[in-house]
């Protein structure tokens, strides 16, 4: 069709568009990453969250992941096709995918954004009734209301005169060229590959006396809202009470918030979470040598996902919701098979379903056999991954990586020793031993569990020592897997993480000088709550970060 040209021209356009427009991302420190705080930054911002002064790091554009992409052409067309599965895959920044900082667009993207959109307009103007909020008898005037009343929707904001104007002219030409059905398509197609679609797009309101900090508007609280807890767009509803500019107060905005939290699509967004905190999707790619490990078969792999997928959903939406009976819970769900492979009584059938366990051996999702594998060798365990996980995932240290010149493999096996004599060697060695006694004496106490997550007493004939000590921490000593876990699932370490992360994630970016209060608010909100996960995403809509944007180039 001739009007692919156009939509190339077009989608340069928007390309120049956004290397201007998202110019305000660099202001993010170190390129999205966390900065670092000095004693005088923080007595001055501790006396600044005192007063009650607002405060909050950059508020960058952020374009829709593959994720969020398909969950909003469902919500928006009602389309479950998924095209953005085809779509290149996002970069990861301080271990998620929204991440404002990396979420560009490359040519090939584009492309694939084009392809995308012309398949979604095709497959919705074959049921135009459904689609028109007009008689279409009416071409230029149905056309006019289809651009005004679909375009709120896709664009998440009521469009501007002018923007009317410009997609009426593509409706038009393409109507008197083809046909009315061909009009409302290409319409789409402009609309589906704006950067009003494919990016959240924020400008405030107009702060007052030349503040550093602007409230957003309704429309834009409401993309705030339904991104964060639904990872789509905003519902009926939402944008219903941004047009009634009920999004103007905090109060306001925890109404709707918890409403969203009781809808399923919070279900979808906060399993996304923990898909990418816990590195799920990773288990579907295991891999395990067949002469070691021969009771692990490629079926089960979705099978360890799904158990700790269930599991977390059950723990935040049907249990208590806290963080420390994620980490510590004595149950766990599974299968026939997958209790099979676990050698331990469970359900019958392919339903997965409740089961205890046994507390002396395993408690939490540490203990869960796709984490154990997921974090271990093809051909034995290692202590060094799963201590490297404990610390980046739920201590949010951030290690370095091994020094140039120092091979990062690990020490032969010997059927005479187990794996801790093996992994001495590294306390030893003055290279590696700064971080080594970080990661190490934490994958220790994991001993216990196989390669493949398979409970073990002996190794090599020889008694599991699973003891050790988790230095610059407040989880201090243990012994055995299920102290561990059960000192992490109460360290106030591990409980500051857990919100960093939320933050991260929730906001699409890192934590900056400027969010110390929002993050002080998080800590103090999410400790009163019991370590509730569902209130601190009730939280998180209510700091400053969040009701707040900041004016690029003005001081804090």
Same mark, same amino acid.
């Given at each position: 069709m001739?009007f692919r040209?156009?939509a190339?021209?077009?989608?340069?356009a928007?390309?120049?568009w956004?290397? $201007?427009g998202?110019?305000?991302r660099?202001?993010?420190?170190n390129?999205g990453?966390?900065?670092n705080?000095?004693?005088?930054?923080?007595?001055?911002?501790?006396?600044?969250?005192r007063?009650?002064?607002t405060s909050?790091g950059? $508020?960058?554009?952020?374009?829709?992941?593959?994720?969020?992409?398909?969950?909003t052409?469902r919500?928006?067309?009602g389309?479950t !096709?998924?095209?953005?599965?085809?779509?290149?895959p996002?970069?990861q920044?301080?271990?998620f995918n929204?991440?404002a900082?990396v979420?560009t667009?490359?040519? /090939?993207l584009?492309?694939?954004y084009?392809?995308?959109a012309?398949?979604l307009?095709a497959?919705a103007?074959?049921?135009?009734?459904?689609?028109?909020?007009?008689d279409?008898?009416?071409q230029?005037?149905?056309?006019?209301?289809?651009i005004?009343?679909?375009g709120?929707r896709a664009?998440?904001?009521?469009?501007?005169p002018d923007e009317v104007?410009?997609l009426?002219?593509v409706f038009?030409?393409?109507r !008197?060229?083809?046909?009315f059905?061909?009009?409302?398509?290409?319409?789409?197609?402009v609309?589906?590959q704006?950067?009003a679609?494919?990016y959240?797009v924020?400008?405030?309101?107009?702060?007052e006396?030349?503040?550093?900090y602007?409230r957003?508007t309704?429309?834009e609280?409401?993309?705030?809202l339904?991104y964060?807890?639904?990872?789509s767009m905003?519902?009926d509803?939402?944008?219903?009470?941004a047009?009634?500019?009920?999004? $103007?107060?905090?109060?306001?905005?925890?109404?709707?918030?918890?409403?969203?939290?009781?809808?399923p699509k919070?279900r979808?967004?906060?399993?996304?979470?923990?898909?990418?905190w816990?590195?799920l999707?990773k288990i579907?790619?295991?891999?395990?040598?067949a002469?070691v490990?021969?009771?692990?078969?490629?079926?089960l792999?979705?099978l360890l996902?799904?158990?700790t997928?269930?599991?977390?959903d059950?723990?935040?939406?049907?249990?208590?919701?806290d963080?420390?009976?994620?980490l510590s819970?004595s149950?766990?769900?599974r299968?026939?098979?997958?209790?099979q492979?676990y050698g331990?009584?469970?359900p $019958?059938?392919?339903?997965?379903?409740?089961?205890?366990l046994n507390?002396?051996?395993?408690?939490?999702?540490?203990?869960?056999?796709?984490?154990l594998?997921?974090?271990?060798?093809s051909n034995q365990t290692?202590? /060094? +991954?799963?201590g490297?996980? /404990?610390?980046?995932?739920?201590?949010c240290?951030?290690l370095p990586?091994p020094p140039?010149?120092v091979a990062?493999?690990p020490?032969?096996l010997d059927?005479?020793? !187990?794996?801790r004599q093996?992994?001495?060697?590294?306390?030893?060695?003055?290279?590696c031993?700064g971080?080594? +006694?970080?990661?190490?004496?934490v994958?220790?106490?994991?001993?216990?569990?196989d390669?493949?997550?398979?409970?073990?007493a002996?190794?090599n004939?020889?008694?599991?020592?699973a003891?050790?000590t988790?230095i610059n921490?407040?989880?201090?000593?243990?012994?055995?897997?299920t102290?561990l876990?059960?000192?992490l699932?109460?360290?106030?370490?591990?409980r500051a993480c857990?919100v960093?992360?939320?933050?991260r994630?929730?906001?699409?970016?890192?934590?900056?000088?400027d969010d110390r209060c929002?993050m002080r608010?998080?800590?103090?909100?999410?400790a009163?709550?019991g370590?509730?996960i569902?209130e601190l995403?009730l939280?998180l809509?209510q700091?400053?970060?969040?009701?707040y944007r900041?004016?690029e180039g003005s001081?804090?």
């Amino acid at each position: 069709m001739n009007f692919r040209s156009m939509a190339i021209r077009l989608l340069f356009a928007i390309a120049l568009w956004c290397v $201007s427009g998202c110019s305000g991302r660099s202001s993010l420190l170190n390129n999205g990453l966390p900065s670092n705080n000095n004693g005088d930054s923080q007595n001055t911002g501790e006396a600044l969250c005192r007063a009650g002064v607002t405060s909050a790091g950059s $508020s960058p554009m952020r374009r829709l992941t593959r994720f969020e992409y398909n969950n909003t052409v469902r919500d928006l067309l009602g389309d479950t !096709t998924e095209p953005a599965r085809d779509f290149a895959p996002e970069e990861q920044a301080l271990g998620f995918n929204n991440n404002a900082s990396v979420l560009t667009v490359s040519p /090939v993207l584009a492309e694939q954004y084009m392809t995308a959109a012309e398949g979604l307009a095709a497959r919705a103007a074959q049921n135009l009734p459904a689609l028109l909020p007009c008689d279409p008898s009416d071409q230029q005037g149905c056309g006019r209301r289809f651009i005004e009343s679909f375009g709120k929707r896709a664009w998440r904001r009521p469009l501007q005169p002018d923007e009317v104007d410009r997609l009426y002219a593509v409706f038009n030409q393409a109507r !008197t060229t083809y046909d009315f059905s061909t009009g409302i398509q290409m319409a789409m197609q402009v609309m589906l590959q704006s950067p009003a679609f494919l990016y959240r797009v924020e400008t405030g309101l107009l702060p007052e006396g030349g503040a550093a900090y602007a409230r957003l508007t309704g429309w834009e609280m409401a993309s705030r809202l339904s991104y964060m807890l639904w990872s789509s767009m905003p519902d009926d509803a939402l944008l219903a009470a941004a047009e009634a500019g009920q999004l $103007s107060t905090a109060d306001q905005i925890a109404v709707q918030a918890r409403r969203m939290l009781a809808d399923p699509k919070a279900r979808q967004a906060v399993a996304n979470f923990h898909q990418q905190w816990l590195k799920l999707d990773k288990i579907d790619r295991l891999e395990k040598d067949a002469t070691v490990f021969p009771s692990f078969q490629p079926e089960l792999r979705p099978l360890l996902r799904a158990e700790t997928a269930t599991f977390i959903d059950f723990v935040i939406w049907d249990d208590r919701g806290d963080l420390q009976t994620l980490l510590s819970a004595s149950y766990s769900f599974r299968n026939s098979a997958l209790s099979q492979f676990y050698g331990e009584p469970g359900p $019958s059938g392919d339903t997965f379903q409740r089961v205890e366990l046994n507390p002396a051996r395993r408690l939490g999702i540490l203990t869960h056999a796709g984490i154990l594998a997921l974090t271990s060798k093809s051909n034995q365990t290692s202590p /060094v +991954q799963r201590g490297k996980f /404990v610390r980046e995932q739920l201590l949010c240290d951030q290690l370095p990586p091994p020094p140039p010149g120092v091979a990062a493999t690990p020490p032969a096996l010997d059927p005479t020793l !187990t794996t801790r004599q093996r992994f001495a060697a590294h306390s030893q060695n003055p290279a590696c031993a700064g971080c080594h +006694q970080l990661m190490d004496p934490v994958g220790f106490g994991l001993e216990n569990f196989d390669g493949v997550g398979k409970w073990r007493a002996e190794e090599n004939g020889i008694a599991i020592d699973a003891s050790g000590t988790v230095i610059n921490s407040d989880v201090g000593a243990y012994s055995g897997p299920t102290d561990l876990a059960q000192k992490l699932a109460t360290s106030d370490k591990v409980r500051a993480c857990a919100v960093t992360q939320w933050f991260r994630f929730g906001y699409g970016r890192g934590e900056t000088d400027d969010d110390r209060c929002s993050m002080r608010a998080l800590k103090t909100q999410f400790a009163a709550s019991g370590y509730n996960i569902r209130e601190l995403l009730l939280a998180l809509t209510q700091t400053d970060a969040f009701l707040y944007r900041k004016i690029e180039g003005s001081a804090p």
